[in-house]
């Protein structure tokens, strides 16, 4: 009689999960970026110098735009303006590799609002291609003379209702404005500087009920004029 060997017992492999991809966040839901809130207020501030904002309603969309959250919260502060469909969003670039601490990428533009307050950019700190400042019932203070430049030609948009924008700059650069004022003073007094190479500040805007100013600061002179 022959004994039967014992049948090995094998364990079935328990089924695999399949990974379920998330679901992608909606476009309105997307966090904004600094870049995101400058171009809606550039939009903003063309529709204010077009007439087809009044101020307090430039003013209240402006202090939404810096409180909004997300993409979605900014859109319709804009949809009732042309200016927004023209632009439409532009595709951000590529960021740079700069180690392990990433990009460092800065806005095209600078933006300061003053409303019952005081705003100000003083100091070391890089000049933008563009400057934007705002002042209803409060000032602005723009100081350059400490500023890096790294753009040739470098544009301050002064809307000041109520209010007052300030700018100090190096006793050798270039200055020249386009603007004026109602019941109000828009004083930028045009310099040319002898050094060709000097960057040029073109100071744009309106003042109503408030004044707008350059002052060159003697003895402050900006020593690399060829960093840009």
Known sequence: ??????????????????????APVPAGELRASDADRDR???????????????????????????????????????????AAAAAGRAAAPAPADLGPWGPRALPASDNLM???????????????????????????????????????????NVCAIFGGVEIKVPENVTVSGDGGGIFGGFDIKTFESPDPDAPAIVVRGFTVFGGAEVKRKRGKR??????Y
């Open 114 to 156: 003053a409303v019952f307050g005081g705003a100000a950019r003083k100091g070391r700190w890089r000049v933008r291609r563009t400057t934007n400042a705002f002042a209803l019932f409060g000032g602005v203070e723009i100081d350059l003379t400490e500023a890096l430049f790294e753009h040739r030609e470098i544009v301050i």
């Open 40 to 82: 809606i207020a550039d939009i903003l501030r063309e529709a204010l110098a077009e007439g087809r904002l009044d101020p307090e309603e430039h003013a209240d969309r402006i202090d939404a735009v810096y409180r909004a959250k997300t993409v979605g919260e900014l859109d319709p502060l804009v949809r009732d303006l042309p």
């Open 222 to 227: 900006l020593k690399n004029l060829r960093s």
């Open 1 to 22: 009689m022959t004994e039967q060997q014992p049948v090995p017992l094998t364990k079935t492999a328990a089924p695999t999960k399949t990974a379920v991809a998330p």
